[in-house]
């Protein structure tokens, strides 16, 4: 999540990256997602290359929301604990999530 804040250019006021949380970082990237989203409706000449990247990130975007809720905060917040087979349906959305993720994200861009 800290890569994609990086890579979609956001800027933390009063925090160190690596101090922020999961709540503010979601956020963040929301809040970044539409002012994009609103800077291409506003555009006259639309493009297409932009278009899919606010999919793209609108749905990686989406992702990190049900991460932290449904499954992030239960556990850090010890509401709850996983039986074998659910942690198994973790692994593999996250592993998903990360394999689409890392087809526009790196480290290093």
Do not use: C, P
Request: proline share 0%; glycine share 2%.
């Amino acid at each position: 999540m800290r890569v994609l804040v990086v890579h979609l250019e956001i800027k933390l006021k009063n925090k160190a990256l690596k101090e922020t949380g999961w709540d503010e970082l979601i956020k963040l990237i929301d809040k970044k997602l539409k002012e994009r989203r609103e800077k291409y409706d506003n555009s006259k000449r639309k493009k297409r290359s932009e278009w899919s990247d606010l999919k793209f990130y609108g749905v990686i975007a989406d992702e990190l929301n049900v991460f932290k809720e449904n499954w992030r905060d239960k556990v850090m917040h010890t509401w709850d604990a996983y039986n074998e087979l659910e942690a198994m349906n973790v692994f593999v959305r996250v592993r998903g999530f990360m394999q689409k993720l890392a087809t526009k994200v790196t480290e290093n861009n």
